[in-house]
Each structure stands twice: as C-alpha cells, then as structure tokens.
C-alpha cells in the first residue's frame, strides 16, 4: 500500500489507520468492534418526528386503529395497534433491538418483519427524525444542463399529468360551509334533499320511459344534446368535489389542496380531502359518500325543471343533466372501482387497502384455504374471495 516516489514514502490508507490507532493507544481489535458495533443496525435507536399528529379511532369490534400525520408534508399513515406499540417507543433512546425484545415480552412474537416494513414506511412519509439526503443526486440534478428533451417532458408531463392548485383552499372553503354550506348537512336540509332526489329518479325514468325525452339529444339534435351532455358532466365534476370539501369542513378537518389536473389534455377538478382520515369512521363515510350525493340533488333539480318548464329547449338541457347526474351518482357508487363507493365500503368494512389485500390473498392464500376447508376461513378472508371475486 505504499510507495516511494522522490525519495518520499507515501503511506497507505490502512497504514495510516494503524499509526493513529497506535498514537490513540488503542488496541486494533477493539477499533474493528467498535466499527462492528456502529455498523449494527440493531442498535439505530429511531426517534419520531416533532411534526407527528395522532389520532385514535376504535372500530366497531372495539379494535384500536391509529392514524398519523405529518404536519409539515400532509402525509398519512394508518397503524394498527401492534405496529402503534412499536412507533410510541421510538422516542430515541430505544434501539431497534429494545423495540423487538419489548414487543416479544408484551405479544410472545419478535416483530422482525413487521419492524422492517414499519421503519421503511415511517421514514418514506417523514416520521421518522433521521431523513436519508441524496446528495449526489441532488448535486447532479443541480449542476445538470437543461436540454431539449428536458424542455419537452416538461410539456409532456404539464399536458399529461399537469397540475393547478388553488391556494388558501382551505380557506375559501370554510367561508363557504360557514356562509351557507352548513345548512345542507342539518336533519330537515338532508330530509329535504332525499324527497328531491327519489322525485327527480321517478320523473327522469316517466320522461325517459314515455319517449318525451332521451340522453343525447335536445330539442331533436344529437350534435346540441351532446355538448350539453358534456358541459354538464364537466359542472357535476366541479359539483361532486365541492360536496367532498363542505363535508371536510363539517367534521372540522383541513381541505388541504384544490385545482385542477390535466389527464391526457382534459381538466379534471380535484379536492384533497386525505385530512379526513384523523377523523372517526363515520366521518370519512361521510365525505366520500357527499360527492356522488350533491350530484344527485343536482340531478334531482334538474328533472323537477323538466316538468316545470314549459320550453322545450330547456327541457332538453335540464333532461341531460338530471341524467348524467344521476349516472355520475351511480358509477361513483359501485364499490368495485376505485371511486367513492370504494372508498365507503373500505371504511364500512373497515379493512384499508381492500382491493390490495384481497387481490394478494386470492393470488396466494385462497387455495391453501381451499385446502384446508371454508370452515376455518375468518371474516377478513371470507371478504377477500367475495369482493375479489366480484371485482373481476
């Protein structure tokens, strides 16, 4: 490792280490086990982060589930009350190795796996105090010289998956469920919307079922009844994420972000409404449930216009919107896409990640559980094959 070059030897890396290690008066063994012991991931002691909210939630067998927030991010992340057990010790001064022996002497199993994938989705949405810097990349990303390409995945991305955000959302949302808004969500106001929407269903299907009136044509023209279908399913978009956020702002939570995204050059409205999940079950039923609901209420307006009107344009115009209302109000509601209805039957059941999970099992539990006969099956796998199943 060394040289001579002018006379001058040139000491190597490993000698220059063991000369410092000789001056320092310490043994070369015990350095080797000092570096083993750091090197020792067992011993990471993690420490939350000071921006961390908590929420409590209890599900209706009386399980605790817990939810976190990252005050400065808005990221969310659900626990269940193992993995809760594990994230109220990182305070810093419990090493992971502390963490598996306390979790082994309070549930009689070592969490290894469970750990590992708590510790990689507590540090990818900042929960965790030590955040990882790529430095290199941030460094060559800097020094990087733009180029036509670049100038062009920039369009690319803008008109494919391109976004505009309203600011103070938030904001402007609370003024608005406090200046009226609030009115919708009380007894008679929802009472009163319910007999709007079941009149505008039996007029919608009279009109439709008599031959009076037909989705894509006003006044005899289907190039009119088309654009009118279209600007209408453009304001039940607008409508729909409008009844998400008022709900938000009715259980007191945060709508954090408002705009539009561009999908393939088309604008498409979008509420983030991701604050609701530190509030109860009920609550986020709620709010996913407000969207596809406002849009029927419009729907139902409209159809209760067709029979008052006396013109028979628009007639026309206020038969396509009480029909693509309704239509919006139906898709959003089945729950084997990933729309509302999804959403409402994910918090019913109280299961996150459905989808995922009962994909997953039917792809590799389902068949060990064949085998081993139904009898044994338990609520959540029973729920896997059902809506699985019926998903594809």
């Given amino acids: 490792m060394s040289h001579e070059e002018d006379g001058t030897e040139t000491t190597g890396l490993w000698r220059t280490l063991d000369v410092a290690v000789s001056r320092q008066a310490i043994a070369t063994t015990d350095m080797w086990a000092v570096v083993r012991d750091r090197l ?9 982060s000071p921006h961390s909210e908590v929420a409590h939630h209890v599900t209706s067998r009386g399980d605790a589930q817990y939810v976190l927030r990252n005050t400065q991010t808005d990221d969310y992340l659900m626990l269940e009350a193992h993995d809760f057990f594990l994230w109220e010790r990182m305070d810093g001064n419990h090493s992971l190795r502390d963490l598996a022996v306390a979790y082994f002497a309070e549930h009689g199993a070592f969490p290894f796996d469970r750990l590992s994938f708590l510790i990689d989705q507590l540090k990818e949405k900042g929960f965790l105090a030590e955040r990882p810097v790529q430095i290199f990349a941030a460094v060559g990303e800097r020094f990087r010289l733009p180029s036509r390409l670049d100038w062009m995945a920039r369009w690319s991305t803008l008109l494919f998956r391109g976004e505009f955000v309203l600011r103070n959302a938030d904001r ?14 009380t007894v008679p106001a929802v009472v009163v919307q319910a007999l709007v929407v079941v009149a505008g269903i039996f007029l919608v299907s009279w009109q439709w079922g008599t031959g009076r009136h037909a989705p894509g044509q006003v006044a005899g023209s289907d190039g009119v009844g088309l654009l009118v279908l279209v600007a209408f399913l453009a304001l039940g978009m607008v409508v729909h994420e409008l ?5 938000v702002k009715h259980h007191g939570r945060e709508v954090r972000r408002c705009g539009a995204l561009l999908h ?17 079950r009920r609550a986020r039923i709620t709010v996913s449930f407000a969207g596809p609901w406002v849009t029927a209420v419009l729907g139902g307006i409209s159809a ?15 038969f396509q919107n ?31 990640s459905l989808r995922i999970k009962a994909m997953g099992y039917i792809k590799q539990g389902m068949w060990k559980q064949v085998l081993r006969g139904w009898s044994g099956a338990g609520r959540e796998e029973r729920i896997y094959v059902l809506f699985g199943i019926a998903s594809a």
């Fill in 172 to 185: 402007w949302f609370a003024s608005l469920y406090r200046w009226g808004g609030r009115i919708g969500f």
């Fill in 40 to 48: 020792d991931t067992s011993k990471r002691k993690p420490r939350q």
């Fill in 304 to 318: 209760i216009l067709v029979a008052l009107s006396s013109n028979p344009v628009l007639k026309g115009v206020f």
């Fill in 322 to 352: 009480a029909f693509v209302s309704y239509l919006s109000f139906l898709i959003n509601l089945i729950p084997f896409l990933e729309l509302d209805g999804y959403y409402i039957l994910m918090d019913w059941l109280e299961i996150p």
């Fill in 243 to 247: 009844g998400h956020a008022l709900a």
């Fill in 264 to 280: 393939y050059g088309r604008p498409t409205p979008f509420v983030d409404t991701s604050d609701i999940w530190m509030a109860p």
